[in-house]
Nanobody, 115 residues
Framework: QVQLVESGGDLVQPGGSLRLSCTTSRNIASLYPMGWYRQAPGKQRELVAQLVESGSTNYPDSAKGRFTISTGNAKNIVYLQMNNLKPEDTAVYYC?????????WGQGTQVTVSS
């Protein structure tokens, strides 16, 4: 069993920045690939950033140049830095990881971009 806990969601104005954190119950070295997804009301959950074991990252066009997935010195935290936020980025953001081929999800953190 793997627990993922997201934090950092908030209300921010357009053009602002947020950093989300995903704290895991295991060393992230055993949880690749790791990703951040989001789900807006009435829409399907979508990938916004992925980090694979090699260190490579993947982003959809909507996030390229604005979002960055990374790890820090702690071996159990994955971050999502989001810059130049837009109203369309409003959603619940979820952390995702895999262990033994099984996907795990956190409970999500709300990001609202509004003036």
């Amino acid at each position: 069993q793997v627990q993922l806990v997201e934090s950092g969601g908030d209300l921010v104005q357009p053009g602002g920045s947020l950093r989300l954190s995903c704290t895991t119950s295991r060393n992230i070295a055993s949880l690749y690939p790791m990703g951040w997804y989001r789900q807006a009301p009435g829409k399907q959950r979508e990938l916004v950033a992925q980090l694979v074991e090699s260190g490579s990252t993947n982003y959809p066009d909507s996030a390229k140049g604005r979002f960055t997935i990374s790890t820090g010195n702690a071996k159990n935290i994955v971050y999502l830095q989001m810059n130049n936020l837009k109203p369309e980025d409003t959603a619940v953001y979820y952390c995702n990881a895999y262990a033994n081929g099984h996907p795990y999800w956190g409970q999500g953190t709300q990001v609202t971009v509004s003036s």
